[in-house]
């Protein structure tokens, strides 16, 4: 089963721009947590904010939760070409041992 | 320090075969995950240990897939027989504790044919 649904499926901007990308889910968590997926590569963990933070900094990311809507946002500021990949949004389940559940992904494209 | 290993990194069987996926988390890191992630999708979890310990295995299909982590420390995840569907990358994960940000190894890419 999967908790966590990104918007938009796939996002296309131009180099230089923001992305911002979103995520609803739908049980109590303990955190949700951001991960990132080049093309036929890993997942590598950006970010990770508790359900008692509201907003969260690291470089050129901003992460944003609420709990009351269950739901989250990741900023990427002043994008580049490496960011290409798909980002991932995972909750650690309040209630079930911290089971995280990974949502299906938003596919960022940075064109030049 | 190293990430996580996994062998093979590719794989290619016929259906109704077996086949064996070999994890090594971080050292020091006591939970260890196998996830599937088919092409487009997000990791669905397999099974969680905590040790040498079952903590979720509710998603694994236990008729053909099978998973041990001895002496809670390396893992295998085994599939017999084989599917078509059971094409996917096998990508194992370990965290300090459960629940925290989770290290990746780079998958094993299985084609069953």
């Known amino acids: 089963s999967q908790q966590g649904e990104e918007d938009p499926q796939a996002l296309s901007i131009q180099e230089g721009e923001n992305a911002t990308m979103n995520c609803s889910y739908k049980?109590?968590?303990?955190?949700l947590q951001w991960y990132r997926q080049n093309s036929g590569r890993g997942l590598v963990h950006l970010i990770l904010?508790?359900?008692?933070?509201r907003e969260k900094h690291s470089g050129r990311l901003r992460v944003t939760l609420d709990t009351s809507k269950k739901s989250s946002s990741l900023l990427i500021t002043a994008s580049r070409a490496a960011d290409t990949a798909s980002y991932f949004c995972?909750?650690?389940?309040?209630?079930?041992?911290?089971?995280?559940?990974f949502g299906k992904g938003t596919r960022l494209h940075i064109l030049p | 320090e190293a990430g996580v290993a996994q062998s093979p990194r590719y794989k290619i069987i016929e259906k109704r075969q077996s086949v064996a996926f070999w994890c090594n988390p971080i050292?020091?890191?006591?939970?260890l995950y196998w996830y599937q992630q088919i092409l487009g999708q997000g990791p669905k979890l397999l099974i969680q240990?905590?040790?040498?310990?079952?903590?979720?295995d509710s998603q694994l299909p236990k008729d053909r897939f099978s998973a041990e982590r001895l002496k809670g420390v390396d893992s295998t995840l085994k599939i017999q027989p084989a599917k078509l569907e059971d094409s996917a990358v096998y990508l194992c994960?370990?965290?300090?504790?459960?629940?925290?940000?989770?290290?990746f190894g780079p998958g094993t890419r299985l084609t069953v044919t």
């Open positions: 994960a370990s965290s300090l504790y459960p629940g925290l940000e989770q290290y």
């Open positions: 049980t109590s968590i303990n955190n």
């Open positions: 904010i508790r359900s008692n933070e």
């Open positions: 995972a909750t650690a389940e309040m209630n079930r041992d911290d089971k995280i559940i």
């Open positions: 050292s020091g890191h006591a939970t």
């Open positions: 240990f905590q040790n040498n310990g079952v903590v979720d």
